[in-house]
């Protein structure tokens, strides 16, 4: 069975910046999209970006636009997130998922592998 793990989360002020990983164990991540999901308590599952295979397609969604960096190392079977200029509302759990396919999407459903997640918290 496919195995993502999330880490780097944390409690960081308002400004401040975190970069999470999602590594990957029994399997090889370069034949996976990837998609990174957060969810806020009482608030549902928001896709907030994605990168494609090779890392030459990425996509995010317009909150996080210009602030989040998502990247791949395929050679270390991990994904990251960098996110700067972090805001309060940012503050939610945050999973990686994988999808077999060249592509990436951050459309939750399509995704059948997920990690465990990492809380990140913006307060000050």
């Known amino acids: 069975q496919l195995q993502l793990v999330e880490s780097g989360g944390g409690l960081v002020q308002p400004g401040g910046s975190l970069r999470l990983s999602c590594a990957a164990s029994?399997?090889?991540?370069?034949?996976?999209?990837i998609g990174w999901f957060r969810q806020a308590p009482g608030k549902d599952r928001e896709g907030v970006s994605c990168i494609s295979t090779s890392g030459g397609s990425t996509n995010y969604a317009d909150s996080v636009k210009g602030r989040f960096t998502i990247s791949r190392d395929n050679a270390k079977n991990t994904v990251y997130l960098q996110m700067n200029s972090l805001k309060p509302e940012d503050t939610a759990v945050y999973y990686c998922?994988?999808?077999?396919?060249?592509?990436?999407?951050?459309?939750?459903?399509?995704?059948?592998?997920w990690g465990q997640g990492t809380q990140v918290t913006v307060s000050s």
């Open positions: 029994r399997f090889t991540l370069e034949y996976y999209s």
């Open positions: 998922a994988a999808l077999r396919q060249r592509l990436c999407t951050t459309r939750g459903a399509d995704f059948g592998s």
